[in-house]
Nanobody, 126 residues
Framework: QVQLVESGGGLVQAGGSLRLSCAAS????????VGWFRQAPEKEREFVAA?????????GYTDSVKGRFIISRDNAKNTVNLQMNSLRPEDTAVYYC??????????????????WGQGTQVTVSS
């Protein structure tokens, strides 16, 4: 079992950047596929980005963040990061990281993930 804690959220102006981190307990986080999801007020949770387990060589993004967000992992530090650039007001949401040891790559399907963090708020002002 693993516990996930997100950090790095905050208030930023449009065009700015934030770096979210997902820190995991346990010594085997490298064997977990990880995804980032977000939920805006009165909207359903949506997929943002995902990274495969181990070296993290496989990544995926929802279309709206391609070219702006970068997901990466540092297994030595038990973290997965989401670098968010050129932020837009529509990126405002609570961002959650999720993980699973059951598959190499979880992709965009939230039910693939077994463990979820509590979320971190990202607010982008116009």
């Amino acid at each position: 079992q693993v516990q996930l804690v997100e950090s790095g959220g905050g208030l930023v102006q449009a065009g700015g950047s934030l770096r979210l981190s997902c820190a995991a307990s346990g010594r085997t986080f490298g064997s977990y596929a990880v995804g980032w999801f977000r939920q805006a007020p009165e909207k359903e949770r949506e997929f943002v980005a995902a990274v495969s387990s181990r070296s993290g060589g496989l990544t995926g993004y929802t279309d709206s963040v391609k070219g702006r967000f970068i997901i990466s992992r540092d297994n030595a530090k038990n973290t997965v990061n989401l670098q968010m650039n050129s932020l837009r007001p529509e990126d405002t949401a609570v961002y959650y990281c999720a993980a699973t040891p059951k598959v190499f790559y979880g992709g965009s399907t939230s039910r693939e993930y077994d463990y979820w963090g509590q979320g971190t708020q990202v607010t982008v002002s116009s």
